[in-house]
């Protein structure tokens, strides 16, 4: 089909930056995890997985390469990520690798069988970087389930080119390669649509802005820096001033009208700032899903669901109960077929004690086969393989469902008091 794939060696040492002389097209590749973005990287670039670290990072970063009608092209498949609030560290490296890597545009991969979830992280890339290609992917799998995406009502809405496929049968490469190229082709960067934050917000924003783009000289976007400085994100200071040079926290202009800034805020009655931001991005993605799924696919009662699954009042108590009766059914569920499979072990064992007493075996030897390895072999699987058997599939479903991402959420803001993210409460 006139695509050429060739597999680059690990970039570790370069920080995965790729070499100006390469004059090769750098695109970063972002995703929600489990929405087949390595699929796709795997399919453009025939790698299987060379990989380095962001500078000061140990977070695995794939890099490959690719040629498409006479140009080549540099694939940099960032780690999944929900967001790019740089909560986590899969998430500082995708922001920083778009705000710092070099790329000359985007490719957001997204799940067609759950839109909405995934429109979060192309809202905020879109923030980042307008030259992006929204890749809309598992359409067989969309189809099935008798989800039909309108990809042109997606693309206008977004004002950036939208492009099925479906990565793990190659169908839709050249379609995405083809719009990747438009992009970046034509002269002046598309104008994507903007999440709307709250009248308060957008005017503190609009008030740093003439500081900010007289200091980063178009680098990074203004109102996405005011943004995540109002907002206090600590990551963004130090990463600011190891890659420009200009360090904010020592800027005392800046700093005295960001501290005006958010005492306007204070002011205006808002608060809790983050999750007004984050309830603003759920609601454009929400408005961004309405214009791209047929109207009967997403029902008011699953919009009635999310809101009762999400909302302060009704949110944890609903996820406590969930929780709770996941625990409960891998528990109970598995007492029945521990107790079968232990019975059919044990009984092996009994077998396998008669055979060695038939050769007339030491009873070092059985000591050490029967009574060591196979008993504790067979304890450890009529044990744990049962729970582990109800208890995977179970979260599986809950992620595939969209809910995991939805008790992150809900948790973030309790977790960040002590240091650490909502996506930690699902270890916790």
């Not at 040629?67 to 490296?93: M, N």
């Not at 019975?343 to 038939?358: E, H, I, P, S, Y």
Request: charged share 20%; aromatic share 6%.
């Amino acid at each position: 089909m006139g695509l050429t794939r060739a597999a680059t060696g690990s970039a570790a040492a370069a920080g995965l930056r790729p070499q100006a002389a390469d004059q090769q097209r750098v695109i970063a590749l972002a995703g929600n995890p489990n929405v087949g973005k390595s699929t796709l990287f795997n399919s453009l670039t025939g790698l299987r997985q060379h990989t380095g670290n962001w500078p000061g990072k140990t977070v695995a970063v794939a890099q490959g390469s690719c040629r498409w009608k006479g140009k080549d092209y540099t694939l940099v498949d960032l780690p999944g990520t929900y967001s790019l609030l740089a909560h986590s560290a899969e998430e500082e490296v995708a922001r920083d690798f778009l705000c710092f890597g070099g790329a000359r545009g985007a490719v957001v991969v997204c799940d067609a069988t759950c839109l909405e979830r995934n429109l979060n992280l192309v809202l905020q890339t879109l923030e980042l970087e307008p030259r992006t290609v929204v890749c809309v992917n598992l359409l067989d799998e969309a189809a099935r389930k008798h989800i039909k995406v309108d990809l042109a009502a997606l693309s206008v809405y977004l004002g950036v080119p939208v492009v099925g496929c479906s990565a793990g049968r190659e169908e839709g490469l050249e379609e995405l390669l083809d719009a990747l190229d438009r992009l970046l082709e034509e002269e002046s960067s598309p104008s994507p649509r903007l999440v709307r934050y709250p009248p308060a917000v957008e005017f503190a924003a609009a008030a740093l802005r003439p500081l900010l783009e007289s200091r980063l000289h178009g680098r990074l976007p203004a109102r996405w820096t005011a943004l995540r400085l109002l907002e206090g994100d600590p990551t963004l200071p130090s990463v600011l001033a190891r890659q420009t040079g200009w360090d904010p926290e020592t800027d005392r202009e800046l700093q005295g009208a960001l501290a005006r800034a958010r005492e306007q805020l204070a002011h205006s009655a808002l608060e809790d700032l983050s999750g007004q931001l984050a309830a603003s991005l759920v609601q454009a993605a929400h408005q961004a899903a309405e214009a791209a799924l047929p109207q009967g696919t997403a029902t008011a009662g699953g919009e009635r669901l999310d809101r009762l699954l999400t909302a302060r009042t009704t949110g944890i108590p609903a996820m406590l109960l969930l929780l709770a009766a996941v625990l409960w059914l891998t528990i109970e569920g598995a007492n029945y077929p521990s107790q079968l499979l232990s019975a059919g072990l044990f009984w092996v064992q009994d077998r396998l004690t008669d055979l060695l007493a038939w050769l007339h075996a030491p009873a070092w030897l059985h000591g050490a086969l029967v009574l060591g390895v196979y008993r504790v072999l067979a304890w450890v699987v009529s044990v744990m393989l049962p729970p582990m058997a109800i208890f995977f599939p179970l979260f599986t479903l809950l992620e595939d469902f969209g809910y995991l991402p939805r008790v992150a959420f809900l948790l973030d803001h309790g977790f960040q008091k002590a240091k650490a993210c909502g996506k930690q409460a699902l270890t916790m």
